[in-house]
T-cell receptor
Framework: DAKTTQPTSMDCAEGRAANLPCNHS???????VYWYRQIHSQGPQYIIH???NNETNEMASLIITEDRKSSTLILPHATLRDTAVYYC????????????FGKGTRLSVIA | ETGVTQSPTHLIKTRGQQVTLRCSSQ?????VSWYQQALGQGPQFIFQ???????GRGNFPPRFSGLQFPNYSSELNVNALLLGDSALYLC???????????????FGEGSRLTV
């Protein structure tokens, strides 16, 4: 079972920041937080991952709380092409553990 | 574009039949994993192959089997198809140093199976 809880759906106005929350209160010390997204009819796409420090790349920023029990994915300037299902996953960085997907958050970016 | 290609993109089978789905990994990747995604659900892990051997399996029965070839391409075989096997089947490749999946997974666009 997925170890994360996410809202079922969210809306965001085009050009505004999209903030997607994720709860992972049972996260272990050696587990990272990963974010993937899945645009309709495509395979999941890696976005970003982090352990405890905030991370930023060309796609998004990841903010992890100090107690690591929750995180927020931030898309700074959402576009219509960001409409997708966003999955928050906790996973050990090493080992043979697979990605365990929940149902994710369906983000709709509105013009 | 992830460099992971799957075939066929769509197929229809009858209950009880067998199906083979194929995946070509991204160049340089030595690990492939397969996921099943039912409508409205997140992908579910089926199994993973590293250097031609299965090194991880999810909660799927033995009629789900796989192969990885020396060129790291892979097949997923499902025997005795059930109506509940209708789903999108996703292949993902990655680079692992010692069979440990440490990095991001690159997914193909999937094969949609209708039983």
């Amino acid at each position: 079972d997925a170890k994360t809880t996410q809202p079922t759906s969210m809306d965001c106005a085009e050009g505004r920041a999209a903030n997607l929350p994720c709860n992972h209160s049972t996260i272990s010390g050696n587990e990272y937080v990963y974010w993937y997204r899945q645009i309709h009819s495509q395979g999941p796409q890696y976005i970003i991952h982090g352990l405890k420090n905030n991370e930023t790349n060309e796609m998004a920023s990841l903010i992890i709380t100090e107690d690591r029990k929750s995180s927020t994915l931030i898309l700074p300037h959402a576009t219509l092409r960001d409409t997708a299902v966003y999955y928050c996953i906790v996973r050990v960085y090493s080992g043979n553990t697979p990605l365990v997907f929940g149902k994710g958050t369906r983000l709709s970016v509105i013009a | 574009e992830t460099g992971v290609t799957q075939s066929p993109t769509h197929l229809i089978k009858t209950r009880g039949q067998q199906v083979t789905l194929r995946c070509s990994s991204q160049s340089g990747h030595n690990t492939v994993s397969w996921y099943q995604q039912a409508l409205g659900q997140g992908p579910q892990f089926i199994f993973q192959y590293y250097r031609e051997e299965e090194n991880g399996r999810g909660n799927f029965p033995p009629r789900f089997s796989g192969l990885q070839f020396p060129n790291y391409s892979s097949e997923l075989n499902v025997n005795a198809l059930l109506l509940g096997d209708s789903a999108l089947y996703l292949c993902a490749s990655s680079l692992a140093q010692t069979g440990e999946n440490t990095g991001e997974l690159f997914f193909g666009e999937g094969s949609r199976l209708t039983v």
